[in-house]
């Protein structure tokens, strides 16, 4: 029974930044890779920050430079960090456990997602 519960969502002035949290339960933290999504309305889904057990890290173009994931296996917890947030970020924002694998197949575990809205 994997569990993410996301926190520190909210709504922040243009330029601003957010630090959004991911709390996993029901599973070994340390040896999984993270990641946050974003979906804004009307939108595809669409990766804005991975991280594996190695610490090695991945973001689109649209982020880079802005935000950083980074992650506390003491506490179970990952972390993005945003700054010079603009309207553009406004987005429901989720995060994601996986790819882990059983029998070859790769399995997905999801939050219930955080409102971000960026005001100009």
């Known amino acids: 029974q994997v569990q993410l519960v996301e926190s520190g969502g909210g709504l922040v002035q243009a330029g601003g930044s957010l630090r959004l949290s991911c709390a996993a339960s029901g599973t070994i933290f340390s040896i999984s890779t993270m990641g946050w999504y974003r979906q804004g309305q009307g939108k595809q889904r669409e990766l804005v920050a991975e991280?594996?057990?190695?610490?090695?890290?991945n973001y689109p173009d649209s982020v880079k430079g802005r935000f950083t994931i980074f992650r506390d296996n003491a506490k179970n917890t990952v972390y993005l960090q945003m700054n010079s947030l603009k309207p553009e970020d406004t987005a429901v924002y989720y995060c994601?456990?996986?790819?882990?694998?059983?029998?070859?197949?790769?399995?997905?575990?999801w939050g219930q997602g955080t409102q971000v809205t960026v005001s100009s």
């Open positions: 991280i594996n057990s190695r610490d090695d890290t």
């Open positions: 994601k456990l996986g790819p882990t694998y059983y029998s070859g197949i790769p399995m997905y575990y």
